[in-house]
């Protein structure tokens, strides 16, 4: 398929620069090409010298403006027709060639007096506009209406499409357009605006269900703010419910710069109704952290204790809860989901409860208790119906997806990494039968994830880089980013070391951007490995050093295990001295894990440590601390770290 976009010099097309993608540059029509558009336009009739040299002079090349230019001349009546060739009817007026593309455009509206005024109106439709929307507005027969758009069609102002009674017109340029917009005076169009809305609502109703904010648009254009705000409104949240967020985003924002002049307690009630609506697409697009998303429910929690709105109270509570939460400030976050939970069981609303015991579980998830998020994530599950597949239209996020996605995770870190790739993939399962774009991106990145704390890179590639394009398409800037730092991690691990370190850093400094702290120790702890296998034993403890930093800072004790492993590794790797320090390292590692109830980290460590004292020659000491974590498991026999394990076991025996 051959595609062709045509955009103004201002405009930046992000497409630019991929390969398959060619640019052409459009200049000017030279002088012999604007003759020759002039010739086709008087059906090659030859025009008086000084005339043509007029139009090529004041048109400079532009082909809209010497096509009406030249139609403006024809029309003006000081032509008279020689047969093969045009002549002046007399001496040529000194203003009769208009100096400006707007001033030839109005002059040929001027010619067409009768029916400007249905130009009028059809303009302040729109650049399109439908021919029974018109025909209500307009206070015009329907033979007459008809007569009146023949000419502009005749005149090439407007195009005709379709056949009755679904016919639609559109101007020839958004030029034209303005042109006819702009003669009106402004109170006749601000009643043109309202007649146009108003018809809409009594007539058109498949118009309001569809596109509200075209609604929105005229009784905002009309100074009727008031009506506009509620079909704002509804425009945001159906845009939203198509993930078309952008689009919603604007909508919302749109209703919030029309409450200004609102009466108090009417405007706070619009006001938190647009705020909450705009959290979900916000959190979305900037990602859970970003500032704007804060702004909003920070507004909304405000605005909802002020009203005494309980409901609202708690949309807002949780909404911050999520920027809080993204953040890596767990401290903030554990203070919030008690009374999250407290308001969700007061309200007794089971979508209320659904959100409370998910927050309650990723929360405790981050502090390293694995068994007791996965218990919350269960509740949540449950009180959000047997099929656990419930959506929330405010937060733009299937919460059964969520749920599983989280509960992959616990599972796990709990030893059972065939439930947890389980988990993982009902979540993606129920993300694509919903056909939720944010969703399948939630659970894309979370299988991601998971693959890589199985340290199975290829499919980790596979799975991020799916998740990776939904999140460029849809502008999903934080799971873009984790996506990415997965991606680049999966390239190292498959050997392309330099490639990887490179990738990582891009993804990490695009993480950052977002105003995302969780798990940030975890990432830094990965980035710290691959540099152990780049060789760069100091880079990789100093990053370690900040990881732990980090944490012990957010109590963000979920990696611990991993960070210490990961010490252990890059000790053993400076010199045979170290030794020592690396067993304390691994079994510092063991004890956090065992802690935790994180046995498959404390099965990793226990492998780390068992393999080091063997090569000590203490292959019946290595055996005795691998034996026991290796024989809880129950399944998961064919994962790496289990084969590992399997493997070294049979080696010491």
Not at 7 to 22: D, L, Q
Not at 97 to 124: F, N, W, Y
Not at 607 to 630: E, F
Request: with cysteine; glycine share 8%.
């Amino acid at each position: 398929m051959l595609l062709i976009v045509t955009f103004r010099p201002e405009f930046s097309p992000p497409w630019i620069g991929f390969p398959h993608v060619t640019l052409l540059t459009l200049n000017r029509l030279a002088k012999a090409q604007a003759r020759s558009l002039v010739e086709r336009i008087t059906g090659g009739k030859a025009l008086p010298s000084e005339v043509l040299e007029q139009i090529l002079a004041r048109t400079e090349g532009v082909p809209l403006f010497t096509e009406e230019l030249t139609k403006t001349v024809l029309e003006s009546g000081f032509l008279g027709d020689a047969g093969d060739r045009y002549v002046l009817a007399g001496p040529l007026p000194p203003l009769a060639i208009p100096a400006t593309l707007h001033d030839s455009l109005m002059a040929r509206l001027d010619r067409l007096a009768p029916v400007k005024e249905v130009a009028q109106i059809g303009a302040c439709i729109g650049r399109e506009f439908d021919h029974e929307l018109l025909a209500a507005v307009v206070s015009l027969p329907e033979a007459e209406l008809q007569a009146a758009l023949d000419r502009l069609v005749a005149a090439e102002l407007v195009f005709r499409r379709g056949v009755a009674p679904a016919i639609t017109y559109m101007f020839k340029h958004a030029m034209v357009r303005d042109a006819a917009y702009e003669s009106l005076l402004r109170k006749r169009r601000q009643d043109l605006h309202a007649r146009i809305a108003s018809a809409i609502e009594m007539r058109f109703p498949q118009i309001i269900e569809a596109q509200p904010e075209l609604v929105a648009r005229h009784f905002g254009e009309a100074g009727l703010k008031e009506k506009a705000i509620g079909y704002w409104l509804q425009a945001g949240r159906l845009a939203a419910a198509r993930s078309a967020n952008v689009e919603a985003i604007a909508h919302l924002r749109a209703g919030l710069a029309s409450i200004n002049d609102f009466p108090g307690a009417s405007r706070s009630q619009w006001e938190l109704s647009l705020q909450l609506a705009l959290g979900g697409p916000l959190l979305a697009t900037k990602g859970f952290a970003s500032s704007e998303v804060e702004t909003a429910y920070r507004r909304s929690q405000y605005l909802s204790r002020e009203l005494g709105r309980d409901t609202d109270l708690f949309t807002a509570l949780r909404g911050l809860g999520y920027v809080h939460h993204v953040r890596g400030d767990l401290r903030q976050s554990m203070r919030e989901f008690p009374e999250a939970i407290d308001l969700a069981r007061r309200i007794g609303e089971p979508a209320l409860l659904v959100q409370a015991y998910h927050f309650a579980g990723v929360s405790t998830f981050h502090l390293g208790a694995f068994q007791t998020a996965r218990d919350w994530l269960q509740r949540s599950l449950e009180a959000g119906g047997s099929r656990g597949r419930y959506h929330s239209e405010v937060y733009g996020i299937n919460m059964g997806v969520f749920c599983h996605a989280y509960l992959g995770h616990c599972d796990w870190h709990l030893g059972y990494p065939d439930c947890a790739l389980n988990s993982a993939e009902d979540a993606l399962s129920v993300a694509r039968q919903v056909s939720h774009p944010f969703s399948i991106a939630l659970a894309l990145a979370y299988l991601a994830m998971l693959r890589q704390f199985r340290r199975e890179p290829e499919v980790a590639l596979k799975a991020a880089e799916e998740a990776r394009g939904l999140c460029q398409e849809y502008r999903f800037d934080y799971y873009g980013a984790w996506s990415a730092l997965v991606r680049a991690w999966a390239i190292a691990e498959q050997g392309q070391i330099e490639e990887g370190a490179s990738a990582y850093d891009a993804a990490l400094k695009e993480f950052k951007t977002t105003g995302a702290g969780l798990r940030m120790p975890y990432y830094l702890g990965l980035l710290a490995g691959i540099h152990r296998k780049a060789g760069q034993r100091a880079a990789g403890l100093k990053l370690l050093a900040e990881a732990n930093q980090i944490a012990e800072r957010n109590h963000e004790t979920w990696c611990s295990a991993m960070l210490e492993l990961e010490r252990g590794e890059l000790l053993l790797d400076a010199s045979e001295e170290a030794g020592g320090e690396a067993d304390a390292a691994f079994k510092h590692a063991i004890d956090i894990a065992a802690g935790q109830g994180a046995k498959t980290l404390e099965l990793r460590a226990s492998v780390a440590r068992a393999r080091h004292c063997a090569k000590q020659g203490g292959g019946q000491k290595a055996s005795d601390m691998l034996s026991p974590i290796y024989g809880w498991f129950s399944q998961g026999f064919e994962t790496p770290d289990l084969l590992q394990a399997k493997t070294l076991l049979g080696a010491l025996r």
